[in-house]
């Protein structure tokens, strides 16, 4: 850990007294439970290791994925999602997606990213290869899924910055955006 992400990891908390205030503290839910029109089990990624991996195996469990990134305020929020993952093995699979394109947070290769991710928070959760989350140009097909209506059924929101949050039930429905000044743990209690 560098010096840099060790004062902003010190200074986390109190980034999360003010930032709920913010839109990093928008929350979005699909309260009409609008289906997918666009099946989740249908995509696939490819983990930082460069082998794929097929969403058809997360059938059964909750989704969270998160776009994350080592140098950023937030970054702190990886310790509290290796806890939810452990504590919910059986029923929750979050899923990281670093990225570079909120002020170049990123620059790791994606070989790094995972030995960071795993020297500073333990991290056993999968991380997918460094990818755009952001709408345009050569947006990952899982966050084009995630913020399109056509595809996902009601949300077109895209990631406010790094640590944003989807939430996908048992059944592949979007159900939940968080900004990233939203806990994980606020909103899987929200659908329990």
């Known amino acids: 850990m560098t ?39 249908e995509l696939t990624a490819i983990t930082a290791e460069g082998e794929k991996f097929d969403f058809q195996q997360l059938k059964g469990k909750k989704v969270l994925i998160v776009n994350t990134a080592s140098d950023c305020g937030f970054t702190a929020q990886l310790a509290e999602l290796q806890k939810l993952q452990t504590a919910n093995e059986s029923h929750l699979q979050i899923i990281a997606f670093p990225s570079n394109e909120f002020k170049n947070q990123e620059k790791l290769t994606d070989s790094e990213i995972v030995s960071y991710c795993k020297n500073n928070y333990r991290i056993t959760f999968p991380i997918m290869a460094k990818t755009r989350v952001v709408k345009g140009k ?38 939940s955006y968080g900004g990233p000044a939203i806990p994980a743990s606020e909103m899987l209690l929200k659908i329990q």
């Open 138 to 175: 050569d947006q990952n097909e899982v966050f084009q899924w995630l913020t399109f209506s056509r595809l996902n059924g009601w949300n077109d929101h895209a990631p406010d910055w790094n640590f944003s949050k989807y939430l996908v039930d048992e059944n592949g429905t979007l159900i």
């Open 3 to 41: 010096a840099r992400q060790k004062v902003k990891k010190l200074l986390y908390p109190l980034l999360m007294l003010f930032a709920p205030k913010t839109k990093f503290g928008r929350r979005l839910y699909n309260n009409s439970h609008q289906n997918p029109k666009t099946s989740f089990y």
